[in-house]
């Protein structure tokens, strides 16, 4: 089947659906200007080394890991960012009445940005616009409702604040910022390798595959789990799987349909939002 009669085919499965579920990786923000991770350019495809800023035990226990974390974080200029067609598209399907729920792999916040709401929004792996104490309980890991307690709490600390706050204190000469309420270590509040996933997170997610009748993958290679698990339990659950990636994915067996190219021009179109833009 060519290009055109799949997107046509996937189009069709979305208009007809009442319940998509969106499952976004780290292509879906390319094009605003986010580093993808294993794609071919990935960062770290072309360097390896820099898995060590996302690792939970190298963040602990290296001074260094941590100089240089801060000092990438930097890199990402995310006050600067701004959301593409393909985050605007995903808030066009929660605006149809068709989003059950949009489950994020990325970080950086431009689905947020774009206009989806937060009771639509997982962000299964956390944030970097945030900055967490290494002592803050886990079930308040990506709590940011209300700001931290004068008073210390007994036992743990509940002290977050916003990235670009934490990255003054690095201009102002800070390497290695301690926590400022109880002098422990600071991290981004994006899931490191070796930190498990907020429990409530991965629920919430693996029921809404099983409860939609397409799950739609976008920008994903599909192969970090518990996360990718979602796309066979959609499949199992009678769901069509749709996979929009500019390169094959881990799970493209799976699919009812796969395609390929630009998200920012893709999915606008498979939601009806093309016309719009």
């Given amino acids: 089947m060519g290009r055109s009669a799949l997107l046509a085919q996937a189009q069709g499965q979305i208009a007809r659906a009442r319940r ?13 200007g986010v580093p993808d991770f294993r ?37 990402w200029r995310l006050d600067e960012l701004v959301p593409n067609p ?33 009771d ?7 944030s970097r616009r945030h900055v967490n104490c290494m002592r803050r309980r886990m079930d308040e890991w ?16 509940d002290f977050w604040c916003y990235s670009h706050d934490l990255l003054q204190r690095v201009d102002g000469g800070e ?26 997170d991965i629920r919430r997610a693996e029921a809404a595959a099983k409860q939609c009748d397409v799950l739609l993958a976008v920008g994903s290679t599909l192969s970090v789990y518990p996360v990718a698990n979602m796309v066979p339990i ?4 009678g769901a069509t799987v749709i996979i929009l990636n500019a390169e094959a ?24 939002l093309a016309g719009k833009l």
């Fill in 20 to 32: 998509v579920v969106v499952l976004t990786g780290a292509g879906i923000s390319t094009d605003s």
């Fill in 39 to 75: 794609g071919p350019s990935g960062v770290w495809t072309k360097d390896p080394s820099m898995q060590r800023l996302v690792d939970l035990d190298a963040w602990l226990n290296e001074p260094d890991i941590r100089v240089k974390g801060w000092q990438w974080l930097k890199s």
């Fill in 86 to 118: 393909g985050h605007e598209a995903v808030v066009e399907l929660h605006q149809q009445g068709k989003l059950h729920l949009c489950v994020t792999q990325n970080t950086e916040g431009l689905q947020e940005q774009a206009g989806l709401p937060a």
């Fill in 120 to 126: 639509s929004l997982v962000t299964i792996h956390g």
């Fill in 142 to 157: 990506l709590d940011f409702s209300s700001m931290p307690r004068r008073e210390k709490v007994e036992g743990h600390c």
């Fill in 175 to 200: 390497t290695d910022p301690r926590c400022p309420k109880c002098g422990s270590i600071l991290k981004t509040a994006n899931i490191s390798f070796g930190q498990s996933l907020v429990p409530g």
């Fill in 234 to 237: 959609a499949k199992a659950a």
């Fill in 249 to 272: 994915t881990a799970l493209d067996e799976l699919a009812d349909v796969v395609l390929r190219g630009s998200i920012g021009q893709i999915l606008p179109r498979l939601v009806g």
